[in-house]
Nanobody, 119 residues
Framework: QVQLVESGGGLVQPGGSLRLSCEAS????????MSWYRQISGKEREFVAR????????NYVDSVKGRFTISRDNAKNTMYLQMNSLKPEDTAVYYC????????????WGQGTQVTVSS
């Protein structure tokens, strides 16, 4: 059974940094692309970043480009999101997602981790 467990959220001042982790189990982590999403209170969940299975190709929403870095360690079955220069508008619950149609079909979410950027 697929499990995705996020950690690393918390309260940080504007301009600060946090690193989120997503530990995966129940499938062959290294075979699948992974993504980060976030949900700001009262809004739809939105895409933040994606990384391919080997970690060589990444994509970001424009609002985080140059500030956030997605990465993964396939030996540890873990994906990361390094967030720098945080802004109050980055405040949200951050989720990791496995969404794939090949080699197997998956659509799984973690439970989320709260990030609050405030002075």
């Amino acid at each position: 059974q697929v499990q995705l467990v996020e950690s690393g959220g918390g309260l940080v001042q504007p301009g600060g940094s946090l690193r989120l982790s997503c530990e995966a189990s129940g499938y062959t982590f290294s075979n699948y692309a992974m993504s980060w999403y976030r949900q700001i209170s009262g809004k739809e969940r939105e895409f933040v970043a994606r990384i391919n299975s080997l970690g060589g190709i990444t994509n970001y929403v424009d609002s985080v480009k140059g500030r956030f870095t997605i990465s993964r360690d396939n030996a540890k079955n873990t994906m990361y999101l390094q967030m720098n220069s945080l802004k109050p508008e980055d405040t949200a619950v951050y989720y990791c997602r496995l969404n794939s149609v090949s080699p197997r079909k998956y659509d799984a979410w973690g439970q989320g981790t709260q990030v609050t950027v405030s002075s």
